[in-house]
T-cell receptor
């Protein structure tokens, strides 16, 4: 149990286009999902906390209008990178916290590698 | 500002060696410390520590937390090539809504 999927796993796009990444909790409901960004050989940097039915909470320095987050249901959150540029190229990972978690059990998705040409 | 620092940043050992990875933190209202292993994709959960001095163990891996000195260690005994990965330490604080602050990570490579 506790599987989180991400789609797509890899995407290459041209500069200026928008890219949508989906994060789904497959066998549990998640009121909270998190979006991270990871550069090569670096740690995970939290970008935003996504709460079902409300606006996402962004970390300092993360542009809300650039990284649009929608948490439409208890099993799906989406991250849209708008007008992507080469510097947005990175590994994006989501995690989901089960609705009825006893502890802070975050389960991570497999990640999406975005390359912007 | 909350901070989590891991050391070393990377190390290379031979199979059979024992390694100790360190994680120190400065977090207001500490709640728990978690260790993850990341190979090629998603981090996988190893341990969650909330109390000082209680060792958690899983096979060749063990971890302990010192809330007075604000650090945790992750030990791996009899290392194998399959232990090669990035080991991430993350800290959760109360009132943070399950938010995790990750450390810099330690890249471990185990050679034959």
């Amino acid at each position: 149990g506790a599987v989180v999927s991400q789609h797509p796993s890899r995407v290459i796009c041209k500069s200026g286009t928008s890219v949508k990444i989906e994060c789904r909790s497959l066998d549990f409901q998640a009121t909270t999902m998190f979006w991270y960004r990871q550069f090569p050989k670096k740690s995970l940097m939290l970008m935003a906390t996504s709460n079902e039915g409300s606006k996402a909470t962004y970390e300092q320095g993360v542009e809300k209008d650039k990284f649009l987050i929608n948490h439409a249901s208890l099993t799906l959150s989406t991250l849209t990178v708008t007008s992507a540029h080469p510097e947005d190229s990175s590994f994006y990972i989501c995690s989901a916290a089960p609705e009825l978690a006893v502890y802070n059990e975050q389960f991570f998705g497999p990640g999406t590698r975005l390359t912007v040409l | 500002e909350d901070k989590v620092v891991q050391s070393p940043l990377s190390l290379v050992v031979h199979e059979g060696d024992t390694v100790t990875l360190n994680c120190s933190y400065e977090v207001t209202n500490f709640r728990s410390l978690l260790w993850y292993k990341q190979e090629k994709k998603a981090p996988t959960f190893l341990f969650m520590l909330t109390s000082s001095g209680i060792e958690k163990k899983s096979g060749r891996l063990s971890s302990i937390l010192d809330k007075k000195e604000l650090f945790s260690i992750l030990n791996i005994t009899a290392t194998q090539t399959g232990d090669s990965a990035i080991y991430l330490c993350a800290v959760e604080f109360t009132g943070g809504g399950n938010k995790l602050t990750f450390g810099t990570g330690t890249q471990l490579k185990v050679e034959l």
